[in-house]
């Protein structure tokens, strides 16, 4: 049986489940919702991750929103994290300001990823 990883991050798309898997660096296992999630779907993710540790990451725009929203009222033991909303999208935020984010709810990430902010 293979072992799963202790803690689930749930992302919107591919392009945001990349830039994160990028800048952690212990073992997560990272969902992509690819946008929305049917209630038979979220059903299914709430018995396989039960009892696991989930945090939320979805984009700071109408459809993230939404899709927090569903978690919220489906899935409340799941950690929300968010980026600014200025970033609006998970995938256009910069890899420093997700690696506080993720470091912010207790996640290792890789070292060069902070404290490199462009000015």
Avoid: W
């Avoid at 660096?25 to 396989?48: Q, R, V, W």
């Avoid at 989930?54 to 725009?61: F, G, K, P, Q, S």
């Amino acid at each position: 049986m293979m072992e799963l990883d202790e803690k689930v991050i749930i992302v919107e798309g591919t392009t945001d489940k990349r830039k994160v898997r990028d800048i952690i660096k212990e073992p997560i296992e990272i969902i992509c919702t690819n946008g929305t999630i049917s209630i038979t779907k979220m059903d299914e993710l709430i018995d396989e991750l039960f009892e696991r540790d989930v945090y939320i990451l979805v984009d700071a725009d109408d459809a993230g929103e939404k899709l927090r929203k569903q978690f919220k009222r489906e899935f409340p033991e799941a950690e929300h994290l968010y980026i600014d909303r200025m970033y609006k999208e998970v995938a256009a935020a910069p890899e420093y300001h997700l690696a506080s984010v993720l470091i912010g709810a207790n996640i290792d990430v890789h070292k060069e990823y902070l404290g490199k902010r462009m000015i």
